[in-house]
């Protein structure tokens, strides 16, 4: 029989060495057109990554990141950059070794590394063939080593040292003469099976991530006037021979960016790029360890830390065909402290700038108060969230990349009340449920080529589908993934000790099996996380989110109909909560982080009232003694919650204290929203653009009632604002709200969408 044809390639000279290191392989297709056509599209994709430009210009990146069950393909329509006459098809594919820690965690890959290409183009005669086959010519560049940036936990694995090779000198212009090239390997049928990755190719679900042409905003530590011309673009910077200088390029903020560098002359010459978010001191915080930072621009006291790029030049270079250096992945970074060390010759830098790139986040809500810190909050809070969308949700641009399920609930529902857009959403909603174990619990962050499992957080991904459900009411993803939610509160059943609740199930991280955290709380810091009640027995915490778990399950059940099932998850709760207060309430009714511990912390008071387990009343009450201080509060991570805690208990008022952690971030000019207040080791993490999601829903007022957004209310908090006013973007279409407090009391106008059924309310 007629064997089908793969379209996957390879290069011939792959070897053992090869397969064990990190890798850029080159491919290229030369055709000619007699005319460019409409129309021209391609699917492509690689094992790991690959970055396809046409005629020396980068027409897309991809693909999206899958596992061993999915592997996406793109398609992309390359007749925009076609010309008539030579063209050629250029791509860089970037391979990661198959064992897991020795490349970039967050990307799979499998036992057969290749590029995918399947398409043709139509010259005004007839179809030319674009797919890959042997008519591709390929070539390793072995002169980039892609580096870990620590000997232990190095998720990243994308910095790079590059001596870079004259040989491959304008590689991706159609006049570049590749006949040293080896002739691409094409795979069998038997190599590459399409029932797994990569051959099982999955259509991409989410839009291409948005790039935009940048530049550096300006100078700090500058030995030499003449990199001012990388800021303007005009003119370059002449660097003489035997030389040594640097100068720090100013971004003006945090920015997720492919770099842009091009040269000429300086054969040699040592080219560093640290990239860093901010400035830090030399001391490090006693609680938690990382640097300390305060004004995050200043370079008289503070130094930059980070990850360095470096690049030895060819020396090719001239400025009508420059030596141009871009790293495969973006960098992130606000600040990047370029050196350059000359030998023999002088070298000329003509380009120093990036493109910015990201999800192409639409943000239709906007909200003005009387405050004006609030806008400069909203406008740090939205960038961070736009810093930490790629092709996934991110913890963090910077050090990691990596999906963590607490962080991109959060996320989410930033998204949803600020932009109404769930397409990531719902990736990442799959990505976690193919991360299950056969235990029930998630991976806490996935896609993920390693294991790393946070018990908690798996409880957090039902708050997800939850938050999936009143937002756009997909009936058929509610049912999809209640299986995966009833799978996730099986493993806690199973857990449950003899007093009835969540026992022993993790600990601290690099010493338990599985890590409790749940906050950065400063005085948790020294257990990772985790409150120490964690290390005398279980944590009253993980029997909270349990309990908070099983009742939004039912909510889920309910709604698709498993009445039954709705009903034992509600039973569930009320066994484990009848066991929390009779094991773990302190005499004075607070519930303490352990069984029959006097620990107590802020948390427990907020997971309480969030799953009913105290009562309204009692919930106040214990609220308003952890703002007494002597409680282990919650930190930007669990701020979200908290609000959520102080609302139920009529306490909203206590939220605008807690807007200092941020207005402080503004006072240390931070561009983007910290880690935590403490622990800011990343200067970048959504879980703290919590306005994005306040000012719409909780100072406007307008959120879902029922699912899908079918019902809402409208309840602005008017405790500590005179007036507030904006549009509020929603599945349904744009509200418009505007409150005003008078003497008579709070006058509130406001505009929907025909068919939303409305509730409002003034307090």
């Known amino acids: ?414 998204t949803y009340a600020a932009a109404a857009d769930d397409r990531l959403a719902r990736k990442a909603i799959d990505d976690f449920a193919r991360s299950q174990r056969s235990d029930g619990l998630m991976n806490c962050s996935y896609p993920n080529m390693n294991p790393n499992v946070i018990p908690g957080f798996s409880i957090y991904y039902i708050l997800m589908v939850h938050d999936h459900m009143m937002y756009f009411g997909d009936k058929a993803l509610v049912r999809r993934y209640l299986p995966t939610i009833d799978r996730v509160l099986g493993f806690f059943d199973r857990n449950l000790n003899e007093e009835g609740l969540v026992g022993t199930v993790g600990g601290m991280n690099l010493v338990s099996r599985f890590w409790s955290f749940i906050d950065w709380a400063v005085e948790w810091n020294p257990t990772t996380g985790m409150p120490p009640a964690g290390l005398k027995g279980p944590i009253t915490l993980e029997s909270l989110l349990y309990v908070y778990g099983l009742l939004k399950a039912a909510e889920l059940a309910d709604w698709v109909g498993r009445r039954d099932t709705a009903e034992e998850y509600r039973e569930r709760a009320k066994k484990v909560q009848g066991a929390i207060r009779r094991y773990s309430m302190r005499p004075d009714g607070m519930i303490a982080d352990g069984p029959g511990l006097d620990d107590a912390s802020q948390h427990g008071q907020v997971f309480g009232v969030l799953t009913g387990t105290l009562s309204i009343e009692e919930g106040r009450r214990n609220l308003l003694k952890t703002f007494e201080g002597g409680y282990p509060a919650c930190t930007v991570a669990t701020s979200f919650y908290l609000f959520r805690a102080l609302e139920m208990t009529g306490l909203y008022e206590y939220t605008e204290k807690r807007w200092d952690i941020w207005r402080n971030m503004l006072k240390m000019n931070c561009t983007t929203c910290v880690e935590s207040e403490d622990y800011a080791r990343s200067e970048c993490h959504a879980w703290g653009a919590l306005a994005l999601w306040e000012l719409p829903s909780a100072i406007l007022g307008i959120r879902p009632t029922a699912p899908g957004y079918a019902e809402a209310e409208i309840r602005p908090h008017a405790e500590f604002l005179s007036e507030a006013s904006g549009e509020a973007v929603t599945p349904r279409g744009k509200v418009f709200i505007s409150w005003k407090k008078t003497e008579d009391g709070v006058r509130l106008e406001t505009e929907v969408p025909e068919g939303l059924i409305l509730t409002k309310h003034i307090e």
């Open 1 to 414: 029989m007629d064997i089908p044809l793969l379209n996957w390639i390879w290069t011939p000279s792959w070897d053992h060495t090869d397969a064990e290191t990190p890798r850029v392989v080159y491919f290229r297709k030369n055709f000619d057109l007699k005319a460019v056509p409409e129309a021209a599209e391609l699917r492509i994709s690689a094992d790991t990554r690959y970055k396809l430009y046409v005629n020396g210009r980068l027409a897309e990146v991809g693909p999206s990141r899958g596992d061993r069950e999915v592997w996406f393909v793109d398609t992309v329509d390359i007749a925009p950059l076609l010309t008539a006459g030579r063209n050629v098809l250029a791509v860089i594919v970037l391979r990661y070794p198959a064992e897991g820690k020795a490349g970039n965690h967050a990307m799979f890959r499998t036992e057969t590394p290749g590029l995918y290409v399947e398409g043709s183009v139509f010259d005004g005669e007839k179809e030319l063939s674009l797919s890959a086959d042997a008519s591709y010519r390929t070539a390793t560049d072995r002169g980039i080593t892609l580096y870990a940036e620590n000997p232990g936990f190095a998720p990243l694995i994308i910095h790079e040292k590059v001596t870079a090779d004259p040989a491959f000198a304008g590689w991706m212009e159609a006049d570049y003469d590749d006949s040293a090239w080896a002739a691409a390997k094409p795979y069998t049928f038997w190599e590459m099976s399409s029932a797994v990755a990569p051959g099982n190719l999955t259509p991409r679900t989410i839009p291409f991530m948005a790039r935009r042409k940048g530049h550096f905003a300006g100078l700090l530590e500058n030995e030499t006037p003449d990199f001012a011309a990388l800021l303007t673009g005009e003119g370059c910077v002449r660097i003489p021979a035997h030389t040594r200088v640097s100068a720090v390029l100013n971004a003006g903020e945090e920015m997720t960016a492919y770099l842009h560098l091009a040269l000429g002359g300086g054969r040699g010459a040592k080219i560093t790029l640290l990239e860093s978010e901010a400035y830090e001191l030399d001391e490090v915080s006693p609680t938690s360890g990382a640097p300390i930072k305060k004004d995050r621009t200043d370079c008289v006291n503070g130094h930059l830390g980070g990850d360095i790029d470096e690049y030895i030049a060819a020396g090719y270079g001239t400025k009508e065909r420059p030596e141009v250096y871009e790293p495969f992945w973006f960098r992130t970074f606000r600040f990047i402290k370029v050196s350059v060390e000359t030998g023999d010759e002088e070298v000329f830098i003509f380009r120093m700038d990036f493109e910015e790139t990201g999800y192409p986040l639409e943000v239709g809500t906007h909200v003005t108060t009387p405050d004006p810190e609030f806008e400069k909050i909203w406008e740090i809070s939205e960038r961070t969230l736009r810093r930490c969308m790629h092709e996934t949700y991110e913890d963090c641009p910077f050090y990691e990349q990596l999906q963590y399920i607490m962080d991109t609930r959060s996320q989410i529902l930033y």
